[in-house]
């Protein structure tokens, strides 16, 4: 048995009473003004990995700090976000890597191969790979989303850290957004941290 604390199912009588108790007992609403009058200036982005929990891990009140997360806790795939959290007020960007992630365990080829084995169509990231564009245009369901889904097999196929440490790859995120992107105000910061997975503290890289 895992260390865990057990999860109700989804979906189940469960999860609906611990939500219940939580909207009775817990929940502090931030609607109208006294929400978009405090927008939080900080975020956080990170991994989607669920030993991740910046609330607590961080110590974070409710409504304290914006929290960005995908698969690795990448900057490349999230700029609209970013670009939405400045316009929202965010003018520090905390960029939070953990030791054991899933970018160490697996590659994009990975991902990609394990797709195509178990899809319902195994070669619809090939028909939108920018590779094969005019193929794509005529695929049924017009050019709904045709733009988002064009190019995701060559953005997953980047996914994984290769051989660089977790410190290599801190740096070179921040790097990206802060000196590369272009996208950073001049007033916005951006800083990098790694969590170590086996103690659960924080250290700063830059
Ligand atoms: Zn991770």
Redesign the pocket.
Known sequence: MPPYPTTAPVPSQELLDRNAKYASESHKPKLGQAHWGNIPHHAVVT???SR?NPHEQLGLGINDTAVIRN???GVAEILPTILAAQKFGVRHFMLL??TD???FHLTGTEIVEHFKAHAKDSGVLDRYSTESESESNSEPGGDLYLKELKGVKDKVKEFGFGTATIEEIVLRDVEFLKEKSGLMFEETEVSGWVLDDETGKIRQIV
């Open positions: 991994c989607m990995d991740i698969a690795g806790g890597k953990h992630c899933g970018g």
